[in-house]
Nanobody, 127 residues
Framework: QVQLVESGGGLVQAGGSLRLSCAAS????????MGWFRQAPGKEREFVAA????????AYADSVDGRFTLSRDNAKNTVYLQMNSLKPEDTANYYC????????????????????WGQGTQVTVSS
């Protein structure tokens, strides 16, 4: 089982940037596909970004594509979500997720694929 701890959330003005981190422990991180999801008050949790365990394949929700960048450092067992040009509608609790991946380039964009979740970190973007 992988344990995940998110950090880096906070309050930022619209147009600003934040970098979220998700540190993993407890299992071989190098073969774990990772994803980020977010949930705003009163809304369903939604996909944000995903990355394969090889790091060479990524996917983004249309709403964040071009503004967010997901990367990973397998030596540090950490994934990073760089969020630029933040908008008030990005306000949500952001969750990191992990699952053992079948292939180096495999990633998943849906919640049900993941079997391990972090506790979340709050991101608030003021207008």
């Amino acid at each position: 089982q992988v344990q995940l701890v998110e950090s880096g959330g906070g309050l930022v003005q619209a147009g600003g940037s934040l970098r979220l981190s998700c540190a993993a422990s407890g299992r071989t991180f190098a073969k774990i596909a990772m994803g980020w999801f977010r949930q705003a008050p009163g809304k369903e949790r939604e996909f944000v970004a995903a990355i394969s365990w090889g790091g060479g394949s990524t996917a983004y929700a249309d709403s964040v594509d071009g503004r967010f960048t997901l990367s990973r450092d397998n030596a540090k067992n950490t994934v990073y979500l760089q969020m630029n040009s933040l908008k008030p509608e990005d306000t949500a609790n952001y969750y990191c997720a992990a699952v053992a991946a079948s292939g180096r380039g495999t990633y998943y964009t849906y919640e049900a694929a993941y079997d391990c979740w972090g506790q979340g970190t709050q991101v608030t973007v003021s207008s």
